[in-house]
């Protein structure tokens, strides 16, 4: 059976960062194209909620004709622990992220778990312009034809979206009262950490696990994401770590050579389609970045089937003795952690540009407003020096969609320079959870800003490790961390309910 790796994302994408390095490099995007369900609990995930729609406006900013037209959004939600309206029961809602809802929903397992104890009325929204939630008669193919439909693809129009739906929902249920609290992870926790920000009078506080608002120009280094990378495998094993940064010299030197591009087909159990040394080094990067940003405690199988702290699995198979000086046996043995755990691959396709999870929007908004600069590498980086490049991505994203990317506008429109300052004088009830793993961890919030808006730092944590489902597994640490959580969050309500009624 042949797997395979690449989404349309990363086809796409994956020009914007060949630059003056050696190979091409997708951006990483915060989900990855090979999408599983992390096990749950439940027999089936709908189960965990009902799938419902609402009618939403295409344009929240504008009042032209075209701004008025609506689309059918998609929307999950389970009152099974509910405490009803007429106790002003919680509303805990889940910002959706860049791609299908239902796969967030089954994976943000720690909302499901602390339920029973809030009693809250739990929502998940999908974003706009992903899974179900297409404008323009629900057409992906017109919706995203060309800029000026794909134009309505912004941060802020979502946000709205969320604040427009969720205040109709609990007018309909008659739950004005009900407090609300946003989560979300990853690209999702930026948007929870700005809802709160945007929208204090709809949430009363938020958690943003793995949301990286600072990763951006002029404020995080473009070469924290990789350094992070080259210390999470160079931390685990010296050895691993030179085998892989040699790697990339070696694959173009073999790729040069007569026959060597089969060499490296029967190396990596490549299939019989096309294969070329940029081609394979991408597919290792990827594996190497998701594997960082998935190094989880526990196995998983959030966007592949992988082993307990699958970076140490990873230098394990490098560092076997069996494979003695072969680089390529070293690398594919890592490979396979990722690729390949649950053994049913015999051999892998460099060409799958598929995209089954509806992520391909992605691709427009990093080519508008979410410019995250990640690919600069120093001498000592486990991938081959390169410098981040602005002019690259600006001329890949005009060649392909026509439009000039905006690399202030997100600070612009939401801050992030000098964040502590700003934030002390009006933010609250905000925690920025990063475990430091996790190569996004480098443009997060690390420090406290103020009494109530609160950095929760795992030097153990990977990428939003603490919205995963609990398990017996877990280690005393994570533990904590939602332990944390849980009592953070408990004091906003409680304070939330006080000043509803003092005698609550």
């Known amino acids: 059976m042949a797997t395979g790796f690449t989404s349309l994302l990363f086809s796409l994408l994956s020009l914007l960062f060949f630059g003056i390095s050696s190979f091409a490099k997708p951006i990483p995007s915060f989900p990855s194209s090979i999408i599983q369900a992390e096990k749950i609990s439940l027999s089936t995930p709908h189960e965990l909620y009902h799938e419902k729609f609402f009618t939403q406006v295409l344009d929240h900013y504008t009042f032209r004709p075209q701004s008025y037209k609506t689309f059918q959004q998609r929307y999950l939600i389970n009152d099974k622990y509910w405490g009803g309206a007429e106790k002003n029961a919680p509303i805990f809602l889940y910002t959706g992220n860049e791609g299908d809802i239902e796969w967030f929903a089954q994976n943000t397992g720690f909302i499901f778990d602390i339920a029973p104890h809030f009693k809250p009325l739990v929502v998940f929204i999908e974003h706009r312009f992903y899974g179900k939630s297409m404008p323009f008669g629900g057409n992906k193919e017109v919706a995203y034809s060309n800029s000026s439909t794909l134009g309505y693809l912004t941060s802020t129009q979502a946000l709205a979206d969320y604040a427009t739906l969720i205040i109709d929902l609990k007018k309909n249920l008659s739950a004005t009262d009900s407090p609300v609290v946003v989560f979300g992870g990853s690209y999702g926790g930026m948007l929870a950490a700005w809802f709160r920000l945007k929208y204090p009078h709809v949430a009363i506080g938020a958690l943003a696990s793995s949301s990286p608002i600072l990763n951006f120009e002029n404020i995080t280094s473009p070469y924290s994401f990789n350094n992070i990378i080259t210390q999470d495998f160079r931390g685990e094993s010296e050895n691993c770590y030179k085998v892989i940064k040699r790697s990339w010299q070696e694959i173009e030197n073999t790729a040069s050579q007569p026959g060597g591009l089969e060499i490296l087909r029967r190396s990596f159990r490549i299939c019989r389609n096309s294969i070329s040394a940029s081609s394979l080094q991408s597919w290792l990067y990827t594996a190497l970045v998701y594997t960082a940003m998935t190094d989880y405690p526990t196995p998983s199988?959030?966007?592949?089937?992988?082993?307990?702290?699958?970076?140490?699995?990873?230098?394990?198979?490098?560092?076997?003795?069996?494979?003695?000086?072969?680089?390529?046996?070293?690398?594919?043995?890592?490979?396979?952690?990722?690729?390949?755990?649950?053994?049913?691959?015999?051999?892998?396709?460099?060409?799958?540009?598929?995209?089954?999870?509806?992520?391909?929007?992605?691709?427009?908004?990093?080519?508008?407003?979410?410019i995250l600069p990640t690919s600069g590498n120093n001498k000592d980086s486990i991938f081959t020096a390169s410098e981040w490049n602005y002019d690259d991505r600006a001329t890949f994203c005009k060649a392909?969609?026509?439009?000039?990317?905006?690399?202030?506008?997100?600070?612009?429109?939401?801050?992030?320079?000098?964040?502590?300052?700003?934030?002390?004088?009006?933010?609250?009830?905000?925690?920025?959870?990063?475990?430091?793993?996790?190569?996004?961890?480098?443009?997060?919030?690390?420090?406290?800003?103020?009494?109530?808006?609160?950095?929760?730092?795992?030097?153990?944590?990977?990428?939003?490790?603490?919205?995963?489902?609990?398990?017996?597994?877990?280690?005393?640490?994570?533990?904590?961390?939602?332990?944390?959580?849980?009592?953070?969050?408990?004091?906003?309500?409680s304070k939330y309910y006080d000043d509803l009624d003092p005698a609550y």
């Open 301 to 370: 199988n959030f966007l592949s089937p992988m082993p307990a702290y699958p970076v140490k699995e990873m230098c394990k198979a490098i560092d076997d003795p069996k494979t003695g000086n072969n680089t390529f046996a070293k690398l594919y043995g890592a490979a396979s952690v990722y690729y390949n755990y649950s053994g049913t691959a015999t051999c892998f396709n460099l060409d799958d540009d598929s995209d089954p999870h509806g992520l391909g929007g992605w691709s427009w908004q990093a080519c508008t407003e979410m």
């Open 400 to 493: 392909y969609f026509g439009v000039e990317p905006r690399p202030n506008w997100i600070t612009t429109e939401f801050g992030g320079h000098d964040i502590k300052r700003v934030l002390k004088r009006f933010g609250s009830n905000i925690i920025f959870f990063n475990g430091l793993r996790d190569p996004w961890s480098g443009g997060g919030v690390l420090e406290n800003i103020s009494s109530s808006i609160v950095a929760i730092v795992a030097k153990q944590g990977a990428h939003h490790v603490d919205l995963r489902f609990a398990t017996s597994e877990d280690p005393k640490w994570l533990q904590d961390v939602r332990k944390r959580e849980v009592s953070i969050i408990a004091k906003w309500l």
